[in-house]
């Protein structure tokens, strides 16, 4: 079963909570497809009466902001060997090169790698612990958090949200264009199968009324 699938399946108050907690732990530092989530939700709510796009962009917000002020407080209370640790049980993602990458990233761009990390699915995993692990002052942290979260929950759930309503119109639209192309279709196949049947009778009427020469 699908993501969108299974969230179609549960009330909105649920859809609501899983956002907001799938991308909490995904911005804490477990690797999960927050993304994801929140893009299936964003198009279910566009043809789900039941789902509002402004409350579900404000939870997949709220998810995004508090789960990076956990990661950022582990990060820091933990240091480099919580690092070490992540790498041990999850080294597909906190391999030595991903986070010898992101710690690059972040001392290069500091409250900007926080903010746009948010809208790259490693730096999004990493956003919150390194920031913690790096000392990076927690005032500039959050305000990095804070309007990364909103731009890129808010946004992702609007685009996805518009996106589904005019994709929704467009397919009912097509239907009937659909619809008609088929009925022009095939009445232009009928008329061409008759066509060439009267032709060939025709043909072979003709052949029949021909004499037959005298044989020698």
């Known amino acids: 079963m699908h993501v969108q699938e299974w969230l179609d399946t549960v009330p909105a108050a649920a859809v609501y909570a899983v956002v907001a907690l799938v991308i909490g732990l995904e911005s804490l530092g477990v690797p999960l497809p927050g993304e994801i989530v929140l893009v299936s939700a964003a198009l279910l709510s566009s043809q789900h009466s039941g789902i509002n796009p402004v409350v579900l962009g404000a939870c997949a917000t709220l998810g995004a902001v508090i789960g990076d002020s956990i990661g950022y407080a582990i990060g820091r209370k933990g240091g480099r060997p919580l690092l070490a640790w992540l790498g041990r049980k999850f080294p597909r993602h906190f391999s030595e090169g991903h986070v010898a990458t992101a710690e690059r990233s972040f001392e290069k761009w500091g409250m900007w790698a926080v903010f746009f990390g948010r809208f790259i699915a490693l730096l999004r995993i990493f956003a919150g612990p390194l920031a913690g692990v790096l000392h990076m002052p927690y005032w500039k942290f959050l305000i990095a958090n804070v309007l ?20 929704e119109d467009w397919l009912k639209r097509f239907s009937y264009v659909g619809l008609a192309a088929a009925v022009l279709v095939g009445v232009a196949s009928m008329l061409l199968v008759r066509r060439k049947a009267k032709k060939a009778a025709a043909e072979r009427e003709a052949a029949e009324s021909e004499p037959v020469p005298a044989a020698d």
């Open 148 to 167: 990364g979260g909103i731009c890129w929950a808010g946004g992702t759930t609007a685009v996805i949200y518009y996106v589904g309503v005019v994709a």
